[in-house]
Structure formats: structure tokens, C-alpha cells
């Protein structure tokens, strides 16, 4: 009975011979070397690199695209409440020096105009007194006037708004010249 128990194994493996290890078949490996494989593996994570990095840069390209149409969008809108605000001005120079509520109300309007199109990024520019600037002003007229140097803007008829580098609106100026 001792050698019932004893277990033996199947005859198919036992007369296999050395077992081999699955790694080492050239079968199970495609018939690659080692270094084959390492060549793929350094390959295939260059590309994932690459491909991260251009999402990476696709996703900024995207924001910064979305922001510069939100500043394009809100310039447009400004530049459309320009005349609104330029009507308001007339209204309140046509007036001249009356004070009636109405005159009143016209000129807390046309400041609130102001204020708003400074809150969007076009604050409104005072430009008497600066050297004129073709690409900040536009000039209307030229006067001879012996208190201002040459070239220097003395009267505004149209204010320009926004700031340097991001111009709403040129200013319509008078500009001084040599008397």
C-alpha cells in the first residue's frame, strides 16, 4: 500500500524534460530579443511623452484662445456704446452752463457710462497736454497757440478710450503749432 500513496506525476510531463521557462520561447515572445522589446517599450513611452505634451499644449492654446475672443468680444461691445456716449456728451454741451435736473441726470448717466467702460478695460484717456501720438490720436485741427509747444494736444473734441496697448478708439484732437 506504501506505494499507492506515493503520487507520481503524468506520463505527457514527465517525459517533457526540463521545463522551460514561457519568457524564453521564442513562440510566446514573437521571436524578439530582449533588447528588441526594450527598443519597443522606449518607443511606445516617447510617444505617450509626445502625446501628453501636445494635449498639454493643445489645452493652452485653447484658453488662451477663449480669453483673447472674451477681450475681442468685450471691446466690440464698448466700442458699440461709444456713440451712446458720445450723444451724451453733445446733450450735455448743448446745455451749457444750465443746471436743471435733467442736465443732471444726462451728466450721472454719461459718468456711469465712463465707469463702465473703465470697469471693461477702455478707461477714458485725457490726453490735453500730450505730445501728440498718431497712434493714440487722430487730429482734427491744428490752432497756433503760444502756451503749448508745438505738437502738443490742446483741446479734445472726441475722447479716445483704452489703454495704450489695447486702443478702443483713437482721441480726436486739436493739436498746437508754432504761432
Known amino acids: 500500500m506504501a506505494e499507492q500513496d506515493v503520487a507520481r506525476p503524468p506520463d505527457d510531463v514527465a517525459d517533457a524534460g526540463p521545463q522551460k521557462r514561457q519568457e524564453d520561447d521564442p513562440e510566446v515572445r514573437g521571436g524578439r530579443s530582449d533588447a528588441e522589446w526594450q527598443a519597443q517599450v522606449e518607443e511606445m513611452a516617447d510617444r505617450w511623452r509626445r502625446t501628453a505634451a501636445d494635449l498639454d ?8 484662445d477663449a480669453a483673447q475672443a472674451r477681450e475681442d468680444e ?3 461691445v464698448a ?28 451728466r450721472a448717466v454719461r459718468e456711469q457710462a465712463i465707469a463702465v467702460l473703465a470697469g471693461l478695460g477702455f478707461p477714458r484717456r485725457d490726453d490735453v497736454g500730450r505730445p501728440f501720438d498718431p497712434s493714440h490720436h487722430e487730429a482734427v485741427a491744428t490752432v497756433a497757440d503760444a502756451a503749448a509747444p508745438p505738437g502738443t494736444v490742446v483741446h479734445v473734441a ?5 489703454p495704450d496697448d489695447r486702443l478702443l478708439r483713437p482721441a480726436s484732437v486739436v493739436v498746437a503749432t508754432e504761432r
Not at 57 to 64: A, D, I, M
Not at 158 to 162: A, H, I, N, T, V
Open 74 to 76: 468685450r471691446a466690440r
Open 158 to 162: 472726441r475722447p479716445g478710450y483704452g
Open 79 to 106: 466700442a458699440q456704446w461709444l456713440p451712446v456716449l458720445d450723444n451724451l456728451e453733445l446733450a450735455i454741451a448743448h446745455a451749457g452752463a444750465e443746471s436743471g435736473s435733467v442736465i443732471d441726470g444726462i
Open 57 to 64: 499644449n493643445y489645452r493652452k492654446r485653447v484658453s488662451r
